[in-house]
């Protein structure tokens, strides 16, 4: 435990790392879900196989290996991106596509005539999702969809294999500086502090998922 608190600065900079990844990843996830969900579920052919295409695309591809695509491909197409923002691009493309299943999924299972009493009443398609479809949807969203998101916070991890500084970065940097200098090595206590953390924001997620449950209920 003396190796953690010896280094609890550069540990604390990998943990707001991890969050700064993990937000910005949950937020765009979010973000293309919704949209790309909503998008998924009109009339539209065209719309319809564009979305049908990416969504087979991505969730056929690792997830690891998609952050790879991203992060040593895009310089082939002249853009630099940093070790960061390729790992939000990669895991938000992969979790947008999954998420994309899970909200279309959701609003179809809005029984029709909900859909027709809507438009009967002369509400226009966005009211309709607004205020009649999207609320009764989430209910069979919410679940599925926080166990997207706790999934990705786990895959941020992914992102040490491509130089972004987050916890796991940090911690394997931790392990083998104290192994050298030292001569034993810390990872039991390392690791045992990454579960922890990891547990504690992913049961957070999932708690508050359960309580935003309950008031759907209620």
Request: hydrophobic share 55%; net charge positive.
């Amino acid at each position: 435990m003396h190796v953690i608190i010896e280094n609890w600065v550069v540990v604390l900079k990998g943990l707001r790392m991890t969050l700064a990844l993990a937000g910005a990843v949950l937020c765009c996830t979010t973000v293309i879900s919704v949209i790309l969900g909503v998008l998924a579920t009109l009339p539209n052919r065209a719309i319809q196989w564009v979305i049908h295409g990416y969504v087979e695309l991505f969730r056929s591809i690792p997830l690891v290996v998609n952050v790879f695509f991203v992060f040593f491909g895009s310089p082939l197409l002249g853009l630099d991106l940093s070790p960061f923002v390729a790992a939000t691009v990669g895991l938000s493309l992969w979790g947008g596509a999954n998420g994309t299943v899970i909200v279309s999924g959701g609003l179809n299972a809005v029984p029709p005539h909900q859909w027709k009493s809507a438009m009967a009443l002369g509400l226009r398609r966005p009211q309709v999702y607004a205020f009649i479809v999207g609320p009764q949807s989430l209910k069979s969203i919410l679940p599925a969809f926080t166990g997207l998101l706790t999934l990705l916070v786990q895959s941020t991890a992914i992102g040490a294999l491509v130089g972004v500084g987050e916890f796991l970065k940090i911690g394997q940097n931790v392990i083998e500086r104290a192994t050298i200098m030292q001569g034993q090595s810390p990872a039991f206590q390392v690791y045992a502090l990454m579960l922890l953390v990891y547990f504690v924001i992913c049961s957070s997620l999932s708690a508050f998922s359960r309580y935003l449950e309950r008031r759907l209920r209620g």
